[in-house]
């Protein structure tokens, strides 16, 4: 363990292991300043490379975070591109120095509905990072909860019984250790379809900070408060 993730929680065994992110706020970011949404959303990408390089060096095991949802389709033709673009961009920008800082890079949600040369360089993504070992980045696309648990409901029923054990398993998330902590930025207080089965007994976290102005302190903070949170599971 690093000093630094020796700094996150007195008691070790109480240390989140897996926190996500909803990272809001990249819109109202750029209008305070008079610029374009996609300007938000580019420093957003910045805020988000600087938190993945912060998540290592903290020692978190998984990150997970919300990039795209089912709804973000709904946007305007033009902020969608906007965001393919990014992806695609920080994807090539960034592939290197997360295959050789041992980031594992994951998808949740169907990224098939993608184009074919964002899906292309996803799976590139993925198969060069698939060995690694360090902490698991887990990216959000064309995700939704009530999509995810209507796709794990359905392939359940195909193999048997439905029960909480057998949806569980089919969930995008069925590989990952249960979610610890759920982080939203911007002021917002909801979960919008994000992660709300694995949310059923994760802490949750609300901060005014804006996306990108979000910073590797604000995820300690949160992480501080988290090894001092009682968590009791419904038990007492
Ligand atoms: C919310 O801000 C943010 C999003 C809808 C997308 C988050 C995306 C990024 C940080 C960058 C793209 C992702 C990758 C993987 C490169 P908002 O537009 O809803 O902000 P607002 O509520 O202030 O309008």
Known sequence: MSASAASTGAASD?????VAIIMDGNGRWAKKRHLPRA?????????LRNLVRGARELGLEVLTLYAFSTENWRRPEEEVS?????????????????????IC?????????????VVELIEKALARTADN??????????????DEIARAASKAAENGAITVDTIAAELDTA??????????????????NFLMWQAAYAELWFTDVLWPDFTPDHLREAL?????RERRYGGR
């Open 175 to 192: 590989s990952l250790p249960p979610l610890d902590l759920l982080i939203r930025t911007s002021g917002e207080q909801r979960l919008s």
């Open 82 to 102: 906007d965001l393919m673009g990014l992806m695609k961009r920080f994807i090539l920008s960034d592939l290197d120095e997360m295959a050789d800082n041992d």
């Open 224 to 228: 501080d408060e988290f090894v001092s």
């Open 105 to 117: 890079l994951k998808v949740i949600g169907d990224y098939h509905a993608f184009s074919s040369d």
């Open 133 to 146: 070992t360090g902490t698991t980045l887990v990216v959000a696309l064309n995700y939704g909860s009530m």
């Open 14 to 18: 109480r240390r989140a292991r897996h």
């Open 39 to 47: 300007l938000g959303h580019q420093r957003g990408v910045e805020a």
